[in-house]
């Protein structure tokens, strides 16, 4: 018996985001709102429409995420790699294409801790001779 629900966690930055991917249409509802409403601008919905594409299941499948933590980017992001596992949940026969696009990978860059002695992470203070 095939499971109607697939769940999978994804993570960006300081994002988390809990990814349901079931059977239906292609709708992608983030935090209880259309993925449009949700990161409102054109390059973050393609970035979370992109595992679907590879996958080509666009239009089978609908997502249903609950992101937290980060920004809207980071949880983009995040709501990315959710899918992508999710897919894989779904069919292992996706996991070379989407790990070839690096779907399935988690980005490990984060933001660099500010360091004592120095405006920010690397930054010094301003050097006035005189």
């Not at 390059?43 to 299941?57: H, K, W």
Request: aromatic share 6%.
């Amino acid at each position: 018996m095939e499971a109607t629900k697939y769940y999978a966690t994804g993570h960006r930055k300081n994002a988390v985001a809990k990814v349901w991917l079931m059977p239906g249409s292609g709708n992608i509802i983030v935090n209880d709102k259309p993925l449009a409403d949700y990161v409102r601008r054109k390059t973050l919905e393609m970035i979370v429409r992109q595992p679907l594409e590879v996958a080509g299941v666009g239009d089978r499948y609908d997502v249903v995420a609950q992101a937290l933590g980060g920004g809207i980017s980071g949880q983009a992001g995040a709501v990315r790699h959710g899918i992508a596992r999710a897919l894989v949940a779904v069919d292992q026969e996706l996991r070379p294409a989407l790990k070839r696009m690096g779907f399935l990978t988690r980005d490990p860059r984060v933001k660099e801790r500010k360091k004592y002695g120095r405006k920010r992470a690397r930054r010094g203070f301003q050097f006035c001779k005189r």
